[in-house]
């Protein structure tokens, strides 16, 4: 199992007034945290809840399903296109970067075992679009359109340009490129899926996107390309399993959503950094940003007053970041948490060869980029101590299917028991929609007339 350690986040290491008592904490929290966690799992099976995403690793039949399609298009083709924004993009692209061999889509077919190049276009920047299509032999394409409503303007944009470059390379076989995974019984997708004959994979029903990774929105991505998705539903079921345990002393993912939500309220630390220290996890950052932001960034709490909460993600990644961020951590304004992410076992080994011994750099020779990895993370671990900057580590014990889905499950659950803490709807984004609907009006949406007057009114001002 992967390992927390939240030391640095107590009185003693950061300071009375950066840090918290933790122990003290976790005693004064005790009963409610049992009571979240206990809600929670009783919640989860009920229709309306958004907890379904809880139930996604015990879904036996979809992974059956994905599976027996990555195995019917085995050898089919060369690249996998996936067409989705947010939720339907992000989890995907931080676990295939994970997991594949780095640089995949530059491998050749040999060094990749005869597998797929993966894209995802979830952008709708038309130089990004035209460039990627371009070089794209689309004849060879399987092309994945992924969108719960059927109807996000952004991925149906792509989608129409995508479709229609099919059709004109392939002609009436254009329906053998595309998989639609969208809503199981409506949308605007769903119809033209039925009525173009696509296969079809279907987003659960109360499941938001930014929890859908361990639907088909994410496992059908990955199985194409060869990833092992039974060892990532193992990952989830046993991380799952310690999850539910109600005592915050034996559940990681409820200290950690208990220190950040107490920093925050208690201590002023409103901006969450996360910083794993290996290249393959930099997409996770981004995966995290976009969970933690959406579902705690809450204008209204439960009872409808105005609280306007949140605290802000900012990714990093180690060592990189700590070249450009590091200094504003440790002397700019304290008002930070920072999350480590530790791996333990690199894949690779690379050994420093002993050359230069006569210069001032000749002391790496012998060492290993692995030591010397490691040794940064922990001088900026013990660097944001000297600052009095509190900060987390979760540690992977090495980067494998298991245990990114137990690291990306924790923190599914752990947002989930932060948003309680907060009092706050974590399911919903309204602020996110209100955009959505000026877009729909000033891309002249039938039904959106008084949205784009609304907008007129306030872009004049």
């Avoid at 007053?305 to 990714?315: A, E, L, M, R, Y």
Wanted: proline share 3%.
């Amino acid at each position: 199992m992967i390992k927390y350690d939240y030391g640095n986040s107590d009185y003693t290491i950061a300071g009375s007034d950066n840090g918290l008592n933790i122990s003290e904490a976790f005693v004064t929290y005790k009963d409610r945290i049992a009571e979240i966690i206990t809600d929670l799992n009783k919640r989860k099976d009920k229709p309306g809840q958004f907890l379904q995403w809880m139930n996604l690793g015990y879904s036996e039949e979809t992974v059956w399903y994905v599976k027996e399609f990555a195995a019917l298009v085995e050898n089919r083709f060369d690249n996998i296109l996936v067409l989705g924004i947010g939720g339907s993009a992000l989890g995907g692209i931080a676990i295939t970067e994970a997991l594949l061999k780095p640089y995949w889509n530059f491998l050749s077919k040999e060094q990749r075992n005869g597998l797929p190049k993966i894209f995802f276009l979830d952008n709708i920047d038309p130089d990004s679009i035209s460039g990627l299509l371009d070089i794209l032999d689309l004849k060879k394409t399987l092309v994945n359109v992924i969108t719960k409503s059927g109807d996000t303007t952004e991925t149906m944009a792509q989608f129409m340009i995508v479709k229609d470059r099919l059709e004109q390379v392939l002609g009436d076989n254009y329906r053998r490129n595309i998989v639609a995974t969208t809503d199981k019984r409506t949308g605007i997708l769903r119809q033209i899926a039925e009525q173009e004959g696509y296969k079809t994979f279907v987003v659960p029903d109360d499941v938001g996107g930014r929890f859908s990774v361990f639907s088909a929105v994410g496992l059908l991505p990955l199985a194409l390309v060869g990833i092992d998705i039974d060892e990532i539903i193992n990952g989830i079921k046993d991380m799952d399993l310690a999850l539910k345990n109600t005592d915050i002393n034996q559940n990681i993912a409820a200290q950690n959503a208990l220190i950040h939500y107490l920093l925050d309220v208690r201590k002023g630390k409103n901006i969450s950094v996360m910083m794993p220290y290996s290249s393959k996890l930099r997409y996770f950052s981004d995966w995290y940003a976009h969970l933690w932001a959406e579902s705690l960034g809450k204008q209204y709490d439960n009872d409808n007053n105005v609280v306007n909460v949140g605290s802000t993600p900012i990714k990093a990644l180690g060592v990189t970041d700590q070249y450009s961020q590091l200094q504003l951590y440790n002397e700019g304004p304290n008002n930070k948490i920072i999350t480590f992410i530790r791996v333990e076992n690199f894949d690779t080994v690379v050994e420093i060869p002993k050359i230069f011994e006569y210069t001032g750099i000749g002391y790496l020779g012998g060492k290993t980029i692995n030591d010397l990895m490691n040794a940064e993370a922990d001088s900026t671990k013990v660097s944001l101590t000297d600052y009095k900057r509190p900060s987390v580590t979760v540690t992977l014990p090495k980067i494998d299917g298991y245990h990114v889905a137990q690291l990306m499950y924790m923190f599914e659950v752990q947002t989930a028991i932060a948003g309680a803490l907060y009092n706050i709807d974590t399911f919903n984004q309204p602020g996110v929609e209100q955009a959505k609907n000026y877009t729909y009006a000033l891309m002249g949406r039938a039904g959106y007339e008084d949205s784009a007057q609304n907008f007129r009114s306030k872009i004049s001002v």
